[in-house]
């Protein structure tokens, strides 16, 4: 087992290519020019990655106003992820990283601890990348019910 490792501030961000709920190919590259939000959570569909989900839904038009995309990463299934985005009405991309490239790729996948067992999982994590692909914002401690809050006022001090 091993601890999840964080990027760091000002670094660039790890290219990627995955799919999302769609199983459409989505690359970082895609959004050059836009601030991303990448936010990794544990498992869709479960109560604290339905309040964080729901939250970024919410408030999707104060993100499209700063010039910002934000998009949810988990090790799901792109038909898990689309059956989330039906379920909760989602309006922003989720993409699979059923092989945890990705989360390898940002640090996030590493010993985590509840109830007293410890296991591998997913971090809680978000990176907010500037427009050159630039990591800006590292948040190692998210707190679902204020997370989109939380993000929107990093994007805002950019």
């Not at 106003?65 to 985005?85: E, H, W």
């Not at 993409?95 to 601890?113: F, Q, R, T």
């Not at 997913?122 to 679902?144: A, L």
């Amino acid at each position: 087992m091993a601890e999840a490792r964080l990027l760091t501030e000002g670094t660039p961000a790890p290219a990627f290519t995955t799919l999302n709920q769609n199983g459409e190919t989505v690359s970082l590259s895609d959004f050059s020019g836009k601030k991303v939000v990448l936010y990794f959570y544990p498992k869709a569909m479960t109560p604290g990655c339905t309040t964080q989900a729901c939250g970024i839904r919410d408030t999707r038009a104060e993100f499209e106003q700063r010039n910002t995309v934000v998009l949810g990463v988990s090790p799901d299934a792109p038909k898990r992820l689309l059956k989330f985005i039906e379920k909760e009405n989602l309006n922003f991309d989720l993409l699979s990283d059923e092989d945890l490239a990705l989360c390898n790729a940002y640090g996030v996948w590493g010993l985590k601890k509840f109830m007293g067992k410890e296991y591998d999982g997913v971090h809680r994590v978000t990176y907010v990348i500037d427009e050159q692909g630039i990591i800006r914002h590292v948040m190692g401690k998210v707190t679902t019910k204020s997370h989109h809050d939380d993000v929107l006022k990093v994007v805002d001090s950019l």
